[in-house]
């Protein structure tokens, strides 16, 4: 009997990676003169995956690490308006306006009326907290968990506090290495809600014939899916 | 009767201040030519201010403050030598080792055969995470919840999730402002700790004649005022 769903919230609530795209390509096109897109881009994935264990999630490490991008690609010598034009991206993904994906709000109406819904997410605190408040759907959650890294001791813990342990929740989420396979680790049921784009870090391929694993085409889906397993 | 301890971390449990005060010094002499340093601190002290609602409490944030200040100042033409020495200060900042301030180690450790101890903390999740991990005190406490903000709100949610209610709480730290007056609306009692530093954005006037607050020394008189009180 399943009583608790977990969910993401980056790309699985609302929309981030697209945002993550434009501010990148943004980023491409102010040091176009520097290197071609494909440099830049594997440049910048390798330095945010370093920094990873400094900075953590969220969008004020990825900020740092363009600036710092930057400077390595231009010897050190990165112009101002390269660096002030990154601050200014920066600032404006904060401040970016939560929109639900589709048919997010009828499908988490539908799942709070029987579980309890917990957010558990990574990134900067303040910023995922801003945006559930932006989203409008903050009241249909029991409890909000962000988290530093989401490996199966952070499942188990969160389930264990918010709900009936492990084994009666399910994580629902965009990201196999993160949302998935952690959570079925951890003894929990998954279901996987694929996004178009998917961070370079987060990639990883989908568990196949576990007897606790679904992929839905959307969150629409989960309810159903509950329905048949629980 | 109390139950609960929730204790502060930064300049509570180890130097915090100082190395902002550090590290606002190395950016003082950064821009030595361009304003004298009650000009830079009073700019940066600013700067920090507007952006806390942007990027809340941290060293990253902080890093980002200092660069936007350094444009400010500048007119926009920050050298970029002065941007790689400001994020350079702050990877500094986020892997300098952490050491517990004298006599905190011993006041923990007899807290915790008494107490459940739970430790409340503004500033970046994983930095705060690792700072903990660093200090070898974490197995000292039942919990640990990093928050975006230290309200009344806050400390009502905290102590009923990890104890028995704020009425059995005491809430310890080095800041009126974020520890004391918010613990004490919940409901808590309140032990100050004074640091010598303290952040401009913190200050605050001390309660008079609270009958659930007291101003300590040092940590360690912590334990006898529970004696006495609890």
């Given at each position: 009997?399943?009583?608790?769903?977990?969910?993401?919230?980056?790309?699985?609530?609302?929309?981030?990676?697209?945002?993550?795209?434009?501010?990148?390509?943004?980023?491409?096109?102010?040091?176009?003169?520097?290197?071609?897109?494909?440099?830049?881009?594997?440049?910048?994935?390798?330095?945010?995956?370093?920094?990873?264990?400094?900075?953590?999630?969220g969008v004020?490490?990825?900020?740092?690490?363009?600036?710092?991008?930057?400077?390595?690609?231009?010897?050190?010598?990165a112009p101002p308006r390269v660096v002030r034009e990154i601050l200014a991206?920066?600032?404006?993904?904060?401040?970016?306006?939560?929109?639900?994906?589709?048919g997010v709000d009828q499908a988490l109406a539908r799942l709070s009326e029987r579980y309890r819904l917990v957010l558990i997410t990574k990134g900067d605190l303040l910023h995922q907290e801003q945006k559930l408040a932006a989203s409008g759907l903050g009241d249909l959650f029991a409890a909000v968990e962000i988290v530093s890294e989401k490996d199966a001791s952070t499942y188990a813990r969160v389930f264990a506090r918010h709900g009936t342990g492990p084994a009666e929740a399910v994580m629902c989420g965009n990201s196999v290495r993160s949302d998935v396979l952690?959570?079925?680790?951890?003894?929990?049921?998954?279901?996987?809600?694929?996004?178009?784009?998917?961070?370079?870090?987060?990639?990883?391929?989908?568990?196949?014939?576990?007897?606790?694993?679904?992929?839905?085409?959307s969150l629409s889906e989960l309810p159903a899916w509950l329905d048949e397993v629980g």
């Open positions: 009997m399943i009583t608790t769903v977990g969910l993401d919230a980056d790309d699985t609530l609302w929309h981030n990676e697209t945002l993550f795209r434009l501010t990148q390509q943004r980023f491409f096109d102010l040091l176009a003169d520097v290197a071609e897109p494909e440099t830049l881009a594997q440049r910048l994935a390798e330095v945010e995956k370093r920094n990873l264990r400094l900075y953590g999630y004020k490490g990825f900020t740092l690490s363009m600036i710092e991008t930057a400077m390595e690609l231009t010897g050190g010598e991206s920066g600032r404006e993904m904060l401040t970016e306006p939560v929109e639900p994906l589709p952690p959570a079925l680790e951890a003894g929990a049921w998954a279901a996987y809600v694929p996004y178009p784009l998917v961070w370079t870090h987060e990639q990883a391929d989908v568990p196949e014939g576990h007897l606790r694993f679904a992929q839905l085409a």
